[in-house]
């Protein structure tokens, strides 16, 4: 394969990545969205605590689709490492979205319902490009070329057949 072939796979592969990516992030944010404007319409909390908990929850969700299906092939020998780092990340997307948020909701006095909506998609937009960066940065690697390899090559070697000795023609 030439350099521009490599380039397009490389491409595609990427195309794919942002589009499962961005396949779990709409669905969480719909989740975050459902969540903050469930607490915003029938509690007391504040815009901004209440945001935050639909971000939190929009978190919990997102991990599951993001292993489970955007980085199924990535590195899974870490787990606890991983699951460190995504909250890491994902605390400091909370920060950037929420910030967002409270600059709106308390820097300029803009929290009627449709303005706090708009300022929570501006906040989950800027954060989600963090996030998206880091997440496949340092949270969920992918393998070394070489790994890859073994590890492929291990899982061809369980499908194999045992090593029986197959029965031969039969002779008379």
Not at 17 to 36: R, T
Not at 38 to 55: E, K, S
Request: hydrophobic letters at 50%.
């Amino acid at each position: 394969m030439g350099e521009r072939g490599t380039l397009r796979a490389r491409l595609d592969l990427l195309a794919r990545e942002v589009a499962k990516f961005g396949a779990v992030g709409a669905l969480g944010l719909v989740v975050n969205m459902a969540v903050s404007n469930l607490i915003w319409r029938t509690t007391d909390i504040p815009v901004v605590r209440a945001g935050l908990m639909g971000t939190v929850v929009a978190i919990l969700f997102n991990y599951v689709g993001f292993r489970y299906w955007t980085y199924r092939d990535r590195d899974k020998t870490g787990r606890t490492r991983e699951l460190m780092l995504f909250l890491l990340f994902s605390a400091a997307g909370a920060v950037i979205e929420t910030g967002v948020l409270y600059l709106a909701t308390y820097g300029f006095g803009w929290n009627s319902p449709v303005q706090s909506n708009l300022f929570k998609i501006l906040g989950i937009g800027i954060a989600t490009l963090f996030r998206f960066w880091s997440y496949r940065t340092w949270v969920f690697r992918a393998l070394p070329p070489e790994e890859a390899v073994l590890d492929t090559d291990r899982f061809l070697e369980q499908r194999r057949p045992s090593d029986a000795v197959a029965p031969g023609p039969v002779s008379n």
